[in-house]
C-alpha cells in the first residue's frame, strides 16, 4: 500500500490509532503507539500523517540503530500533533536532498510544519504539525 500511495483500509475503516498501530509492527524495532484524539481529523490529514510516520519509522529502520522508537498524536487547539522519537545514533537532518527535507516540503504544502531534533549521538524527536481541518 505505502509504496502505491495508496490509503490503507485499516485507516479509513479505523483511523489513526489502530492504523499506527498496525504500521508500527512492521517497523524493525520495538514501537510504543500513543494517541489521543477525541475525534478525526479530515481524512486528507490522516493520510498525511500516516505517511508521515510511515516514512520516519523506514529511517529508524534503516538509519536510526535504535533500540526502540514512540510514535504520539495528539491535538492541540486546531493542530494535529505527531512526535516520532527513538533512542538511536541521531544526526538526522533537513539537509538539502534528504528524504527529510522532501518530507518538510510536502507537509509545508498543507500548512505544516516539520521540526528536527537529533544532536549527534542521539536521541532523535521529529515532531509533524498538520492542520486540523475536520
Known amino acids: 500500500d505505502l509504496a502505491r500511495g495508496i490509503h ?3 485507516l479509513t475503516d479505523r483511523g489513526l490509532g489502530p492504523a499506527l498501530t498496525s504500521l508500527a509492527g512492521r517497523c524493525t524495532v520495538p514501537v510504543k503507539v500513543s494517541v489521543d484524539l477525541g475525534h478525526r481529523p479530515a481524512a486528507a490529514i ?11 519509522l523506514q529511517n529508524v529502520s534503516k ?4 533500540s526502540s522508537a514512540s510514535v504520539d ?3 492541540v487547539a486546531d493542530r494535529l500533533m505527531v512526535l516520532v ?3 538511536g545514533q541521531g544526526g ?5 536532498g534528504s528524504g527529510l527535507a522532501g518530507l518538510a516540503e510536502r507537509l509545508s504544502a498543507v500548512d505544516g510544519l516539520l521540526v528536527v531534533d ?3 549521538g542521539g536521541p532523535t524527536t521529529i515532531t509533524a ?4 481541518r475536520a
Do not use: C, K, M, N
Not at 504539525?129 to 486540523?132: K, Y
Open 63 to 66: 538509519h536510526a540503530r535504535a
Open 73 to 75: 498524536v495528539w491535538q
Open 92 to 96: 538526522a537532518s533537513t539537509g538539502t
Open 8 to 10: 490503507p483500509a485499516i
Open 46 to 56: 490522516e493520510g498525511i500523517a500516516y505517511f508521515t510516520v510511515s516514512e520516519l
Open 85 to 87: 522519537a527513538d533512542d
Open 118 to 120: 537529533s544532536p549527534p
Open 129 to 132: 504539525d498538520l492542520p486540523w
